[in-house]
């Protein structure tokens, strides 16, 4: 479509082009492309990391559950004698407040304290039995409190912290007597006491023991089905990651496709750098030459690398790798202070130092060298 303007006296016509024939240069709708292909490959980057954020907090679930019972359950896949599944029980529960059904029996067991230990009209409170079996005379043993006085503080406690088994309280009542029993003479009041009170516990103990066991039981169930389902979270987890590291690498693959391959130039260079590595940073590189080639030996003594041959994302890596290198040894060392000429004196030497031992390592063929490496390409 063409517009013609009048011209004033004197100027020739003019000839103006409508907008509609305009068209865009050809690199505008190239570099609009690749915004659009790095926008694309940044949300997708992005969304793998959310991904991988959710993932590794699953981890850390199941490794801190599996951390917290694996001794646990070794103990009492190993123990099946009931003296020992005491503790096995105390180190399951510790920590956790105990369930409704474990406190309806500590609360019976409270009951049987009471009946057996306050008899009507002889005594009015733990600190009296506690005085007529000695007990305050009593060393603790192994931690455990040494009279009832204590059992019955420790029962009161309801913030996990407590006892959170009624096996426990069972094993310090045994612990109590048979300590007032210890340190009392066999035929001392105290001692007798001590003897008839264990007596009448293991008696009323034996009666609650089927409720006991069948809490047990319960509590068996529940870390099998806690450990079921840490072991499937922990499968699911598994393939979350698996398509995770799939995923990645086609994004990886796709970019690569976006991305211009590296010149004969670019390849030389790249070979010339990895020859002044030092031998840490070389044996790194070589392992990333060996991630995408299972073949190419990276620990052998001697090296080929064919620069040619290798894929434009393990040159690409390799790039990448060399340039953290130098931009880390291009970082000034943080100064303490001083004169600034003996700080670069220092430096200087420490640089020199370090090109010489970095010569005498990478000198190929050279007696001191670590390893030879022949570049093709």
């Known amino acids: 479509m063409m517009i013609h303007a009048k011209a004033l006296p004197g100027q020739s016509s003019v000839k103006m082009e409508s907008t509609a024939n305009f068209k865009e240069p050809e690199n505008a709708i190239v570099v609009a492309k690749a915004d659009d292909d790095l926008q694309h490959f940044k949300n997708l980057v992005n969304e793998m990391s959310s991904q991988v954020k959710m993932l590794e907090h699953k981890v850390q679930e199941v490794e801190r559950f599996y951390s917290s019972n694996r001794k646990k359950l070794s103990m009492y896949s190993k123990n099946k004698d009931k003296n020992r599944h005491i503790l096995n029980i105390k180190k399951h529960q510790d920590h956790t407040a105990p369930?409704?059904?474990?406190?309806?029996?500590?609360?019976?067991?409270?009951?049987?304290?009471?009946?057996?230990?306050?008899?009507?009209?002889?005594?009015?409170?733990?600190?009296?039995?506690?005085?007529?079996?000695?007990?305050?005379?009593?060393?603790?043993?192994?931690?455990?409190?040494?009279?009832?006085?204590?059992?019955?503080?420790?029962?009161?406690?309801?913030?996990?912290?407590?006892?959170?088994?009624?096996?426990?309280?069972?094993?310090?009542?045994?612990?109590?007597?048979?300590?007032?029993?210890?340190?009392?003479?066999?035929?001392?009041?105290?001692?007798?006491?001590?003897?008839?009170?264990?007596?009448?516990?293991?008696?009323?103990?034996?009666?609650?023991?089927?409720?006991?066991?069948?809490?047990?039981?319960?509590?068996?169930?529940?870390?099998?089905?806690?450990?079921?389902?840490?072991?499937?979270?922990?499968?699911?987890?598994?393939?979350?990651?698996?398509?995770?590291?799939?995923?990645?690498?086609?994004?990886?693959?796709?970019?690569?496709?976006?991305?211009?391959?590296?010149?004969?130039?670019?390849?030389?260079?790249?070979?010339?750098?990895?020859?002044?590595?030092?031998?840490?940073?070389?044996?790194?590189?070589?392992?990333?030459?060996?991630?995408?080639?299972?073949?190419?030996?990276?620990?052998?003594?001697?090296?080929?690398l064919d620069i040619d041959a290798q894929s434009e994302y393990t040159l690409r890596r390799l790039k990448y790798f060399i340039m953290d290198v130098r931009h880390a040894r291009e970082k000034p060392s943080p100064s303490v202070g001083g004169d600034n000429a003996n700080d670069n004196n220092n430096s200087n030497t420490d640089k020199a130092h370090n090109f010489k031992r970095k010569r005498e390592i990478l000198d190929v063929g050279g007696k001191t060298a670590k390893k030879k490496i022949k570049m093709h390409g």
């Not at 002889?122 to 007529?132: G, L, M, N, P």
């Open 99 to 304: 369930s409704e059904s474990m406190q309806e029996l500590i609360c019976q067991f409270g009951k049987i304290m009471n009946q057996i230990i306050l008899r009507k009209g002889t005594r009015s409170s733990q600190d009296s039995v506690d005085d007529d079996l000695g007990l305050h005379n009593c060393s603790e043993l192994n931690g455990k409190p040494r009279d009832f006085s204590t059992i019955k503080m420790r029962m009161e406690i309801k913030d996990g912290t407590g006892y959170n088994h009624v096996r426990e309280i069972y094993s310090d009542v045994r612990s109590v007597l048979k300590n007032a029993m210890k340190y009392n003479d066999e035929k001392s009041d105290a001692h007798v006491t001590a003897n008839t009170l264990l007596a009448k516990f293991e008696e009323k103990w034996l009666l609650l023991l089927p409720k006991v066991m069948q809490e047990d039981e319960r509590i068996e169930d529940d870390q099998d089905v806690q450990l079921a389902n840490h072991a499937r979270m922990a499968n699911d987890i598994r393939g979350q990651l698996s398509n995770v590291d799939e995923h990645l690498n086609e994004v990886k693959e796709a970019v690569l496709k976006k991305c211009r391959k590296m010149t004969t130039l670019e390849k030389r260079e790249l070979g010339k750098a990895l020859t002044q590595l030092s031998a840490d940073d070389l044996r790194q590189a070589l392992e990333i030459v060996a991630q995408s080639n299972p073949a190419f030996e990276a620990s052998a003594e001697e090296v080929d």
